[in-house]
């Protein structure tokens, strides 16, 4: 029974990559019939100030999108309730992979049209008598929420090296990166997955990195989700609104400096801070925002399914 259950999973999969693979073909080799709009309103929900989230904020302040016509909104929403805004139109866009893959895998109307990172820009940050994530055994780790990418990722870490969350680890869910560090420091916690600069401010409290997540889980970060429908009536604009993002991309990667005033402005951070958190991130964004089919097989195979494991 098992291996049949397998057999129509991935059957299934094959058929949504086959799909998607097809649809961003035609969105990015064929011009719409309408033309351009000008500056187009959108929003875009991210999670959290971050920079996880710069290239969508570098395209807003350098002019990438209004080159393209847009206007552009960044909202603060947990990306666990994403997919829900964007289906009830309070969204435009989603910079929220997690829910994007498990929402596309049960069927919801909605699609991955590019990646802003490549490799994930996580970090698990512990107290400095853990050596090792078996050190972790029976230990509390905090996420941000059940169903986020960093949800993703702890669970991924800990069967990767041979315990399940929520049997041999306990998941928290405490919040974004400084209520997670502030829960450490109240002792709710004892480790958790975090970004960059929260390595600097954890160092600051005689906490460490473990581990980098880019080294350990393949997997890419931060794709844009749009809603089927809006790519059926607004496929202009999803096209403009990815060129935006490649063009934010490029910038980064070709004008660093200014990437990290930007950032530092943005985070309100000092400048040393930043430098420091973008040279940890810099190997994470992608280059051109191609979301290939094995990056999205390898987001299905590691898209937890049972409950909260």
């Known amino acids: 029974m098992k291996t049949s259950l397998a057999s129509k999973a991935d059957g299934h999969n094959a058929r949504l990559i086959f799909k998607v693979s097809l649809f961003l ?94 490799k994930l820009g996580y970090l698990l940050l512990v107290k400095p008598n853990v050596q090792t994530l078996t050190d972790l055994r029976s230990k509390t780790v905090g996420i941000s929420t059940f169903g986020s990418q960093a949800y993703l990722t702890t669970v991924t870490l800990f069967r990767r090296a041979g315990m399940e969350p929520g049997k041999d680890v306990n998941l928290l869910p ?18 958790s997955i975090l970004s960059s600069p929260f390595d600097i401010f954890g160092a600051k409290r005689g906490y460490k990195v473990l581990l980098w997540s880019r080294d350990q889980v393949p997997l890419t970060q931060n794709a844009i989700v749009v809603t089927d429908k809006k790519l059926k009536q607004s496929s202009d604009q999803v096209k403009r609104t990815i060129k935006g993002s490649i063009e934010a991309l490029k910038f980064i990667r070709e004008h660093q400096e200014e ?8 985070l309100r951070m000092d400048l040393v801070t930043a430098r420091a958190a973008f040279e940890n991130y810099l190997p994470c964004y992608s280059a051109d925002g191609s979301l290939t089919d094995q990056a999205l097989r390898d987001l299905i195979q590691y898209e937890p399914r049972s409950g909260h494991g």
Request: proline letters at 2%; one cysteine or more.
């Open 25 to 118: 073909c035609a969105l990015l080799s064929t011009a719409a019939a309408r033309g351009l709009h000008a500056q187009d309103r959108i929003r875009i929900g991210i999670s959290t100030a971050s920079l996880g989230f710069l290239p969508t904020v570098v395209a807003e302040r350098k002019g990438f999108y209004a080159k393209h016509g847009l206007g552009t909104e960044h909202v603060l929403i947990a990306c666990a309730i994403a997919t829900n805004a964007l289906l009830s139109e309070d969204l435009d866009y989603a910079v929220c992979t997690g829910p994007g893959i498990s929402g596309a895998i049960k069927g919801l109307p909605i699609k991955l049209i590019m990646t802003t990172q490549d």
């Open 174 to 191: 405490a919040g974004d990166n400084a209520a997670r560090l502030a829960a450490m420091d109240a002792g709710k916690i004892d480790a």
């Open 259 to 266: 990437s990290v005033a930007i950032a530092s402005k943005w």
